[in-house]
């Protein structure tokens, strides 16, 4: 069955806290319960200065998630987009959960009259800089 794109949901709150943590682990880093909980009711929320969520479903699974932003950018008058987290679950990398997820980012950006969408990652993060290198055509 393919993988849907689709916006975070309130019931998706146990599955995203899991990837999300697992996303943190991999970084070397965690946040208190505090922040999990103010940061899904910021992605819930409609607070333009808030992130935005999508995640990935597949068999009424949520198996990976992306948090991006708008925000105004020095050097032009449109907002621009900052993917700041993606993540797939293990079992799920190489199905293309993560392309489709990342191309349902620059279609918001699209539709939200933003120009470009930015995201860092880190040098040792091997498989994330491939798929990224493989989409800059977006």
Do not use: K
């Amino acid at each position: 069955m393919p993988v849907e794109i689709r916006p975070i949901r309130p019931a998706d709150i146990a599955a995203w806290r899991g990837l999300w943590g697992d996303y943190l682990e991999f970084y070397g880093t965690s946040v208190s319960d505090a922040v999990y909980v103010s940061t899904f009711a910021r992605l819930l929320g409609d607070d333009d200065r808030d992130f935005c969520a999508l995640v990935a479903v597949q068999d009424d699974v949520v198996v990976g998630l992306v948090h991006y932003l708008f925000h105004r950018h020095c050097w032009r008058i449109e907002n621009t987009c900052y993917l700041q987290d993606l993540y797939v679950a293990p079992s799920m990398r190489g199905t293309g959960a993560g392309r489709r997820l990342i191309e349902a980012v620059y279609s918001a950006a699209d539709a939200a009259g933003a120009p470009s969408v930015y995201w860092l990652t880190q040098d040792d993060n091997a498989a994330g800089r491939q798929l990224y290198l493989s989409l800059i055509h977006i």
